[in-house]
């Protein structure tokens, strides 16, 4: 009942957001797409904003060596910020590999121009930082886009590679990370 409450006020406080955006979509030297929203009058300007539909195209399964990880996280939240750094390290660590990490921003709309901006330049993830307007997001979308997460807390990982999945609801210690990331790349050796 909390998690329903919880996306019910999330949903009611963002509802009377508009969004406007255009969309490029790009290949890049691995053959996959790249989704860029370039938005029309978005105050965050360095940020990508994405549909709803742009983010289930995104968590779904490529057939590809590329391992993604797909954070949903918001600046608000406490255990977001806690795994930040753990993802940070990682994609450091990682860096050069077949590994693209993407932070979904569930912030409000009315945050993007300044929390979730600052967060983002402060943190240097402006590049992998996406901005989703969640009141746009239909009831089912969380079922029809993932195996365990109902949309009711947050963070929310997903990682993939190929048919391989992953989810994990809540905060990911620097541990369940390392090993979760492990048997992933496991699979590329």
């Given at each position: ?53 742009k ?14 990880v797909?954070n ?19 994609m ?67 990682i ?8 994990t609801?809540?905060?990911?210690t620097?541990?369940?990370l ?12």
């Open positions: 009942m909390k998690k329903l409450f919880l996306s019910v006020l999330m949903l009611s406080a963002l509802t009377a957001c508009k969004k406007e955006t255009a969309t490029t979509i790009t290949a890049t030297a691995d053959n996959t797409a790249v989704t860029k929203a370039s938005p029309t009058q978005n105050p965050a300007a360095s940020l990508q904003e994405m549909t709803a539909a983010v289930s195209e995104l968590v779904k399964p490529k057939q590809n060596d590329t391992v993604y797909t949903f996280f918001a600046t608000w939240c406490g255990p977001c910020m806690m795994e930040i750094p753990h993802f940070k390290e990682k450091q660590e990682l860096k050069g590999q077949p590994v693209k990490f993407t932070f979904v921003s569930l912030d409000n709309k009315a945050d993007w121009p300044d929390a979730v901006k600052n967060f983002a330049e402060e943190e240097n993830l402006t590049q992998n930082i996406v901005l989703l307007d969640a009141s746009q997001l239909a009831p089912d979308y969380f079922t029809q886009n993932f195996q365990t997460w109902d949309g009711g807390s947050i963070p929310f990982t997903l993939t590679k190929g048919d391989q999945r992953k989810e609801v809540g905060s990911m620097r541990e369940t390392d090993a979760q990331m492990n048997s992933f790349l496991a699979t590329s050796r």
